[in-house]
C-alpha cells in the first residue's frame, strides 16, 4: 500500500531522513518512490521503480531544502509510471503533495479544474489535490487556508501531507487512511524530549521515523495538522486541539532481517518468541485462569467475525471455539460484510487486523457500530484506527511484521483468541486442559521449527501443477491459510479445502501431479475421517504429505509426513500452520520469487 | 586505535556438550538462567563495543532468532560459517564485513568486560598488531598454554601433555584487520584452519602483545560443567533478573504460590510457575516457561525453557534441557557419580542427570547418578534409568 513521510527541522539531513523512510516504507509494497523538498526552491524527483533508482536520480541531479515530503506509491488509479509517481504539483511547480487512499469524486473535481485551464499530467486521482491548492493561492488564501479549502472538497479516504513553495511548513490531513505524527528526537538513554522543539516527522506508518523518535501522535479523521517551529492540530472546524503524545516501544532495529535471507523466515522462526509475549501475564496454569484485562469481562451471546485474507482464516477459527463453546458465532469476509451485513442481533463484532488499518475490515466494523454494535479489535498495532474506533481491542503483540504474508501475526491471532474465548465463553475444564498447550506451545514451535522436513518436501514438489490442502475442524482453516500462503508467495495455484469437501467437486483435480497437504491431529473421529479422505486422493496418485501429531495411522497412506509434537488439537492448529508456512516459503525459495514483497500484493491494505 | 568492533565465534556444536547441542550450538546453552552468549554479549557492550559480528553456523536459527537484528542497542550483524572448518576459517568469515581493528572473542566462554577492556587497551598501546589474554587455570592442559617474556607472547602450544596449572589462552583477542591476510596465508592442518595456527605465526614475528587476565573465565566442557557454571553466574549475580532477597532473583512475569519456597541462590525467569509446597533452591536456575508442580523439590538443578517438573518430584545436580517433561513423582536423587561419555570414564562427578531437549518421562521414573538422556527420548511409568539412553529412544521400564 502507499506509503507517505514527511518531516520538517531536520536541516542539511532533510533528504537523507525522506529516503531512509521510504525505505523503511518498502515493506508496504510498492512500484514509484519519489520525494519533494522545499523551504526556499521547491524541487521534485520521482520514478517508477525501487527506491534505489529514485536514489540514483538524487545522487545525479540534488535537491535541497529544510521541509520535504516523500511517497511509496501502489498502483490503483493508472499505471505505475514516472508521470503518476508521487508527490504531484500544481501548475506552477510550487505546490506538492503526497496522498494515500481514494479521492471518490476526483473526475468532476479534475473536469472542473481542466474547465478552469489547470492542465494534468497524470493519470491519478491525487493531482487535483495541488491543483485545488493553487486555485486557492491565486485567490489569495494564506497557504495554509488553500490547503484546508482544497483537501474540505475532497470526498473518500486520504492521508495528504503537502509543501508550498516559500513557506517553511509542512501540512497534512487525514480521512479513513493512516497518517501518525513523530515528535522530536530520542535523547539517548534519557527518553525526555521537549514535545514543542521539533523535529517532527508525518508518515503512515511508525516504521518509517522510528529511529528517530519513539513519540508519536496519532492524527484522527478529519484532522489537519500544520507543522513549523511548532505543531498545531486542528479539527474541520479549525478548533485547535489538544493531542496526546504516546510513546511506542517497538525497537526500530527490530526491522532488520538478522541473517536470515527473507523477513518471512525470520519472521517464522520468531514465532516462539511472539507467542512468549502473547502470552506473558495473560495465563496462569496453576490457578487455571486467563487475564486479558477488560475484555475479558465481556459476556457476548453471539459474534461475527470480520476480516480478510489471514486474519480471515484466523476468524474461521475463533467462531470455531465460540461454536464448540456453545455459542453461536460465524466469520465473515470483511468486504462482503461491509456491504451485505448480516442481521447483528445482540452479537459482539469482532474484527482481526494484524495492522488495525485493513480498509475493509474497518468498513465492516463502522457498518456494524453504525448498526449499534458493541465491537472489539483483535490487532497488533497498538493505536491504529481499528483499536480506537471499536470499543474494546485486544492486542496479540507480536511484534512488527515486515514480510508481505503474514506468519507469526496468524499465530498470534490464533494464541489471542483462545485467550479470548477462555475468558469469556469457557468452563474451568476446558481451561484446565486448554492453557498448559497454551503454555507449550513456544517450545511446541520450537521443535517443528528444529526438526521439520518441509524444505526437502518443497524442493521435490515445487514444479507441481497445483498444490491441495485438507483438514477438518480446527485444520479446516489453518488448510485454507495454508493455500494462501503457497499461492501469495510462490505465485502457483493452490486450495484449502474442508477435507469432507474433497469428494463433492474438488477431487477431480486432483492427479499424480497435485500434491494434497492432509492435515490430521488426534486419533479420534475427526482423523479417522480425514484419514479417510487421504484414501480417496491416494487412489487418483496424488502425493500425500500428512502433516500430523502421528497419533492415527494417516502415515501409512502417505508419501512423506510433516511431523508435529501432540498437544491439544486447539494448538496443534499452529503446529500445523508453522510446517505449511515452510512448505509455502521453500516453494517460493526454489522457484526464486521475491518472497518479501510478492507482485501485486501489499503488507495492509488501505484501500477498499 | 582501541577496536569497537568485536567479532563472536557462534558457529561450532560443542560436541562434548551432546546431547545437549543436539538442538542449538553451545553459545546457546545455559548459563544458569541465559544462553552463555548472553553473557559474551553482555561483557562486549559493557566494554563499550558498538558493532558486534556474529559468525554462526551450526543451527544459526537458533542464535538469530534469540539475539535479532540489536543486542542492548547495539547492531549486530550475522556472518555464516558453512561448514565448521576451525576457529581461523570460522573468523574469516567476517572479512567481508569488517576493515578495521577488532576484537575476537568466543561465544560459548563467559569473560567478563574488564577482560574485553584490558586486551582493548593494551592492544591500542603495544602497537603490536595483536593481543591476547591470558590467565591462569588448573588443567591447562584442556586448553593452549602459553609463554610470556614481559607482555610478549612467545609461545603457543594446543592441548601439551603436562598436567596443572599454567598460563592459558583465555580467547579473547585484538587484531589490526591485516588478521584476515594472515588467516588467509596460514596452512590448514587436516582440512582445518585454526585461529591458534595463525597466532602462532604472528607470535613467531614478536607480534603479539599477552595480556593476563583475571576474574570470571568460565567454560563448560561437559553438561555436567553447565552446573558449575551456573553457580559461577550466581556468585557474581549475573542473572539478569531483579533480586528480591538476597540471592534470590525472581522475573516480575512468574508466578509462585505463596506455599512456595525459594532457597538462596536461585533465579526464577519469566512466565515460569511455581507450585504450592515446591521447594526451589538453593543453586537452581529455572529459565524462561518452566513449570514446577506441588511439592517438588529442585536442588542444584539447571532447568531450561518450557520444562515442566511434575507433582512431588525430586531433582537434584540435575541439567534439564528444553521443552522436557518430568511426570509426577520422578526421582532423580543426585551424584556423585562416575560418568560415561565415549570412551572417557569421569569419575566422582556430582551428577543426578543430564536430560535433553523434548524428553518424555512418565510417572515415578527413577534416575540412578551420572544417568544421560538423549533428546526426544521416552521414559515410561516406573521405569529405572542408568548409563546412557540414547536420543529417541523409548525405555518401557
Known amino acids: ?608 | 586505535m582501541e577496536p569497537r568492533t568485536a567479532v563472536v565465534l557462534a558457529a561450532g556444536e560443542g560436541t562434548r556438550l551432546r546431547p545437549l547441542t543436539q538442538n542449538r550450538p553451545k553459545p546457546m546453552l545455559p548459563a544458569a538462567n541465559r544462553p552463555i552468549l548472553e553473557h559474551v554479549l553482555d561483557a562486549l557492550v559493557e566494554a563499550g563495543i558498538e558493532r558486534i559480528v556474529l559468525v554462526v553456523g551450526y543451527r544459526r536459527e537458533r542464535v538469530q532468532s534469540y539475539v535479532g537484528p540489536t543486542y542492548r542497542d547495539v547492531p549486530v550483524e550475522y556472518a555464516v560459517q558453512g561448514k565448521q572448518l576451525g576457529s581461523g576459517h570460522a573468523l574469516s568469515q567476517a572479512a567481508d564485513v569488517v576493515s578495521e581493528p577488532l576484537l575476537v572473542v568466543n561465544g560459548d566462554r563467559l569473560i567478563e568486560s574488564s577482560a574485553v577492556e584490558a586486551v582493548a587497551t593494551a592492544f591500542s598501546e603495544s602497537g603490536r598488531p595483536a593481543a591476547m589474554a591470558v590467565i591462569e587455570r588448573d588443567q591447562a592442559s584442556r586448553y593452549g598454554v602459553v609463554s610470556l617474556d614481559g607482555d610478549e607472547v612467545t609461545e603457543l602450544v594446543e592441548k601439551p601433555d603436562s598436567e596443572g596449572h599454567g598460563l592459558i589462552n583465555a580467547g579473547v583477542y585484538a587484531f589490526e584487520e591485516t588478521i584476515f591476510e594472515e588467516i588467509e596465508a596460514t596452512s590448514r592442518q587436516s582440512g582445518e584452519l585454526a585461529l591458534t595456527d595463525t597466532i602462532s605465526r604472528l607470535i613467531d614475528r614478536q607480534a603479539v602483545t599477552g595480556v593476563p587476565i583475571d576474574g570470571l573465565w568460565v567454560d563448560a566442557t561437559y553438561p555436567w560443567d553447565l552446573l558449575s557454571v551456573a553457580q559461577e553466574v550466581f556468585e557474581r549475580g549475573q542473572t539478569s533478573e531483579p533480586e528480591s532477597a538476597p540471592g534470590v532473583w525472581v522475573d516480575n512475569e512468574v508466578g509462585v504460590h505463596e506455599d512456595a519456597t525459594l532457597q538462596p541462590p536461585v533465579v526464577v525467569g519469566p512466565d515460569c510457575e511455581i507450585a504450592a509446597g515446591a521447594v526451589v533452591g538453593p543453586n537452581v536456575a529455572l529459565s524462561r516457561n518452566v513449570t514446577v508442580g506441588p511439592n517438588a523439590t529442585v536442588e542444584r538443578a539447571v532447568v531450561d525453557e518450557d520444562s515442566r517438573i511434575g507433582h512431588g518430584s525430586t531433582v537434584i545436580d540435575a541439567v534439564i534441557g528444553q521443552d522436557t517433561d518430568l511426570g509426577v513423582g520422578t526421582t532423580i536423587p543426585g551424584g556423585p557419580s562416575d560418568v560415561r561419555v565415549g570412551n572417557q570414564i569421569h569419575e566422582e562427578q556430582q551428577l543426578g542427570a543430564v536430560l535433553a531437549d523434548r524428553v518424555e518421562v512418565a510417572g515415578g521414573v527413577s534416575f540412578e547418578p551420572g544417568t544421560l538422556v538423549g533428546t526426544k527420548a521416552t521414559l515410561g511409568t516406573g521405569a529405572h534409568v542408568r548409563g546412557h539412553v540414547p536420543i529417541g529412544a523409548e525405555v518401557v521400564r
Open chain 1, 1 to 608: 500500500m502507499c506509503g507517505i513521510i514527511g518531516c520538517i527541522g531536520r536541516g542539511g539531513e532533510t533528504l537523507d531522513t525522506l529516503v531512509h523512510g521510504l525505505e523503511n516504507l518498502e515493506y508496504r509494497g510498492y512500484d514509484s518512490a519519489g520525494v519533494a523538498v522545499g523551504g526556499d526552491d521547491l524541487g521534485v524527483r520521482k520514478t517508477s521503480g525501487k527506491i534505489e533508482q529514485l536514489r540514483e536520480m538524487l545522487d545525479s541531479d540534488p535537491v535541497s531544502g529544510t521541509v520535504g515530503i516523500g511517497h511509496t506509491r501502489w498502483s490503483t488509479h493508472g499505471p505505475p509510471t514516472d508521470e503518476n509517481a508521487h508527490p504531484h504539483q500544481d501548475c506552477t511547480g510550487g505546490v506538492a503533495v503526497v496522498h494515500n487512499g481514494i479521492i471518490e469524486n476526483y473526475q468532476s473535481l479534475r473536469d472542473d479544474l481542466t474547465a478552469a485551464g489547470h492542465t494534468f499530467t497524470s493519470d491519478t486521482d491525487t493531482e487535483v489535490v495541488p491543483h485545488l491548492i493553487e486555485e486557492e493561492l491565486d485567490r489569495g488564501a494564506t497557504p495554509e487556508e488553500a490547503f484546508r479549502t482544497a483537501v474540505g472538497q475532497l470526498e473518500g479516504s486520504y492521508a495528504i501531507a503537502a509543501i508550498i513553495d516559500g513557506t517553511d511548513a509542512l501540512f497534512a490531513a487525514r480521512n479513513d487512511s493512516p497518517l501518525v505524527i513523530g515528535v522530536g528526537l530520542d535523547a539517548e538513554g534519557t527518553g525526555t524530549i521537549d514535545v514543542t522543539e521539533g523535529p517532527y516527522f508525518i508518515a503512515s506508518d511508525v516504521p518509517a521515523f522510528r529511529e528517530f523518535t519513539a513519540r508519536v501522535i496519532y492524527l484522527e479523521d478529519g484532522e489537519f495538522a500544520r507543522f513549523d517551529d511548532g505543531i498545531t492540530v486542528t479539527d474541520a472546524e479549525g478548533t485547535q486541539v489538544e493531542k496526546a503524545v504516546e510513546t511506542i516501544e517497538w525497537d526500530a532495529e527490530e526491522t532488520g532481517k538478522s541473517g536470515y535471507d527473507h523477513y518471512m523466515l525470520k519472521e517464522i522462526n520468531e514465532q516462539p518468541r511472539a507467542l512468549r509475549q502473547c502470552l506473558r501475564a495473560r495465563v496462569d496454569e496453576l490457578g487455571s485462569s486467563v487475564d486479558i484485562d477488560t475484555v475479558g469481562d465481556l459476556s457476548p451471546s453471539g459474534l461475527q467475525f470480520v476480516a480478510c485474507g489471514t486474519s480471515y482464516h484466523a476468524a474461521l477459527y475463533g467462531a470455531r471455539l465460540f461454536e464448540q463453546a456453545g455459542i453461536p458465532a460465524r466469520a465473515y469476509l470483511a468486504s462482503e460484510y461491509a456491504t451485505s451485513p448480516p442481521p447483528i442481533g445482540d452479537d459482539l463484532v469482532v474484527g482481526i487486523t494484524q495492522s488495525g488499518e485493513t480498509a475493509d475490515t474497518l468498513s465492516a466494523l463502522r457498518e456494524a457500530k453504525r448498526r449499534g454494535a458493541e465491537t472489539l479489535a483483535v490487532t497488533n498495532t497498538v493505536g491504529s484506527t481499528a483499536t480506537r474506533e471499536c470499543d474494546h481491542a485486544l492486542y496479540i503483540r507480536s511484534g512488527p511484521e515486515i514480510g508481505v504474508a503474514a506468519t507469526k501475526t496468524f499465530a498470534g491471532q490464533l494464541a489471542a483468541l483462545n485467550l479470548f474465548a477462555l475468558a469469556t465463553a469457557e468452563d474451568s475444564q476446558t481451561r484446565r486442559s486448554v492453557i498448559p498447550a497454551l503454555r507449550d506451545l513456544p517450545g511446541d514451535i520450537q521443535s517443528v521449527l528444529d526438526n521439520s522436513t518441509a524444505a526437502e518436501i518443497a524442493e521435490q514438489y515445487a514444479d507441481a501443477e497445483s498444490f491441495f490442502f485438507i483438514g477438518r475442524r480446527y485444520q479446516y482453516p489453518v488448510a485454507l491459510e495454508g493455500a494462501l500462503k503457497l499461492k501469495e508467495i510462490s505465485y502457483e495455484h493452490a486450495e484449502g479445502f474442508a477435507a469432507g469437501e474433497l469428494k463433492h467437486g474438488p477431487l477431480a483435480l486432483v492427479t499424480d501431479q497435485t500434491p494434497v497437504f492432509a492435515l490430521v491431529v488426534g486419533d479420534g473421529e475427526i482423523a479417522r475421517k480425514t484419514v479417510g479422505n487421504i484414501k480417496e486422493v491416494e487412489a487418483r496418485d496424488a502425493p500425500v504429505v500428512a502433516v500430523t501429531d502421528g497419533q492415527s495411522d494417516a502415515e501409512l497412506y502417505a508419501d512423506h509426513v510433516l511431523e508435529i509434537p501432540e498437544t491439544h488439537p486447539r494448538a496443534a492448529a499452529l503446529l500445523t500452520n508453522v510446517q505449511l508456512q515452510l512448505v509455502a516459503y521453500h516453494v517460493a525459495n526454489n522457484l526464486g520469487r521475491p518472497i518479501d514483497k510478492p507482485r501485486n500484493l501489499a503488507k495492509s491494505v488501505t484501500v477498499e
